[in-house]
């Protein structure tokens, strides 16, 4: 669930493109009143790097997984 959170924040930013504290902070800012401990989140999971006062959208949001009914195991006949 947090990955899936810390995935949909990540959207946020565009890939390729530096940032610093405070436009990663205000872009946060919009949905929590502590955008401070979103952004280490992101950076702590890995969805934004983070050198020398910059920071960047580090890994792409990946697409959700396909839920697949899996049915029953292989059954044991005894032989």
Same mark, same amino acid.
């Given at each position: 669930?947090?990955?899936?959170?810390?995935?949909?924040?990540?959207?946020?930013?565009?890939?390729?493109?530096?940032?610093?504290?405070?436009?990663?902070?205000?872009?946060?800012?919009?949905?929590? %009143?502590? @955008? +401070?401990?979103? #952004?280490?989140?992101?950076?702590?999971?890995?969805?934004? =790097?983070?050198?020398?006062?910059?920071?960047?959208?580090?890994?792409?949001? %990946?697409? @959700? +997984?396909?839920? #697949?009914?899996?049915?029953?195991?292989?059954?044991?006949? =005894?032989?």
């Amino acid at each position: 669930m947090l990955d899936a959170a810390c995935a949909f924040l990540a959207e946020r930013f565009e890939p390729d493109r530096l940032y610093d504290e405070a436009e990663i902070n205000a872009i946060l800012a919009e949905d929590a %009143p502590d @955008p +401070a401990t979103l #952004r280490r989140l992101l950076v702590d999971h890995g969805f934004l =790097g983070r050198r020398n006062g910059a920071y960047w959208r580090e890994r792409p949001s %990946p697409p @959700p +997984a396909p839920v #697949r009914d899996v049915g029953p195991g292989p059954q044991n006949t =005894g032989s």
